[in-house]
Structure formats: structure tokens, C-alpha cells
């Protein structure tokens, strides 16, 4: 295991709600990165924090948020729902956001209806 | 633009040959470059990586892997598979051009055959 830990397991909301999907970082790591994992498909970098900032962002609209906190835990936001918001969402911690290794939770399954 | 290939969708192995998942990357400066592992419906689970010295690396499970800069390629390997081995796997690099952020390749599937 990663020492990462990610809430809920599963989940499933309707188009047009939020929802905030949590992480958990490894001991001593202050990087956390939030991806999206389409089925049959690689992950897809939303955004990193890196000491409680926001610290680069991939190609996802401003519904998609989050946030660091001081013991590095994060919290990915996403409002008004969309039905291609369905996948799996992976959050990963490291020591330093450039050669250290990322390592991953189990992940969150969302469903949106 | 900076990317990440990963030619095989499928690659099919029998039990104890040898075992090449290959990946090709392109991005600006040196790059970092990281192999994962993933089993169904679980997150990623890291193999090895490249960063600076020695071109071949080694990881968990016997897995190893090369950094060929000329070909700008990154192949996975392992000298004999197991039946356990078989699982969807991603080559990643970090990309100096993009604040260092993973760039992931689309995957493939190792399926190995008793």
C-alpha cells in the first residue's frame, strides 16, 4: 500500500450537482496531484498543489477545483455535473512536485446519471 | 507538442519468454520518466523510473527498463513474465515545458498465457 488514501470508494450524483472527492497524502509529502481516468483510458492531469497552492493545471474547466490544506491533505471540487464527468478520479502525493516519485491512492469512482 | 506513445494497445506473452512493453516520449528538455502498474478497478502502482545515470533501470518485481535518449524511447522489460504480470500498464514522463507535470500514455494491456 501507498500510505495514500482517497473518499469515497464509489459515489454517484445526477447531472447538474457537486461534488468533493477527498485525498489524503503520504507522511512527509507535500505535492498532491488530482487526475481523471476514463475507462480504457490513461489518466488525465487536472491540477497539482504544492504547499497548500495551486501549482499547474491541465486542460479542465474552472467547475473542476480543489484545495491543499496545512497537513497536505486535498479536496477536489466539481460543480454542475456533466455526464462525461463519469470516470475514475486518482489523487497522487510526492515529496517534490519534479522528480519524485507519485504515489497513487485506490481512487474515487463517480457515476454521474 | 510534448507526448507520450505507447504503440501496443495489446501485448500477448507466454508464460516465462521474456517480455517488452515499449514507449516513446517527446518533450522538451531532459526528461523524467516513470513506468506504472495498474490491476482492475485499483489506482497505479509504481514500477521504476529515469532520471539521471545509469540508462537501465531497475524496479519492482524483475521489471526493468531502458533509456535509449537517441530513440527517445523508454521500453519496459522483464527477462521471464508471469501469469501475475498481466495488467494494464502506463509509461509517464514529466515534462520540464509544462512545470514537470505527468504526461501519461494511452496504455497496454499485458496479458501473459500460462
Known amino acids: 500500500e501507498t500510505g495514500v488514501t482517497q473518499s469515497p470508494t464509489h459515489l454517484i450524483k445526477t447531472r447538474g450537482q457537486q461534488v468533493t472527492l477527498r485525498c489524503s497524502s503520504q507522511?512527509?509529502?507535500?505535492?498532491v496531484s488530482w487526475y481523471q481516468q476514463a475507462l480504457g483510458q490513461g489518466p488525465q492531469f487536472i491540477f497539482q498543489y504544492y504547499r497548500e497552492e495551486e501549482n499547474g493545471r491541465g486542460n479542465f474547466p474552472p467547475r473542476f477545483s480543489g484545495l491543499q490544506f496545512p497537513n497536505y491533505s486535498s479536496e477536489l471540487n466539481v460543480n454542475a455535473l456533466e455526464l462525461d464527468d463519469s470516470a475514475l478520479y486518482l489523487c497522487a502525493s510526492s515529496k517534490d512536485r519534479i522528480t519524485d516519485t507519485q504515489y497513487f491512492g485506490p481512487g474515487t469512482r463517480l457515476t454521474v446519471l | 507538442a510534448q507526448s507520450v506513445a505507447q504503440p501496443e494497445d495489446q501485448v500477448n506473452v507466454a508464460e516465462g519468454n521474456p517480455l517488452t512493453v515499449k514507449c516513446t516520449y517527446s518533450v522538451s528538455g531532459n526528461p523524467y520518466l516513470f513506468w506504472y502498474v495498474q490491476y482492475p478497478n485499483r489506482g497505479l502502482q509504481f514500477l521504476l523510473k529515469y532520471i539521471t545515470g545509469d540508462n537501465l533501470v531497475k524496479g519492482s518485481y524483475g521489471f526493468e527498463a531502458e533509456f535509449n535518449k537517441s530513440q527517445t524511447s523508454f521500453h519496459l522489460k522483464k527477462p521471464s513474465a508471469l501469469v501475475s504480470d498481466s495488467a494494464l500498464y502506463f509509461c509517464a514522463v514529466r515534462d520540464p515545458g509544462s512545470n514537470y507535470q505527468l504526461i501519461w500514455g494511452a496504455g497496454t494491456k499485458l496479458i501473459i498465457k500460462p
Open positions: 507522511s512527509g509529502h507535500n505535492t
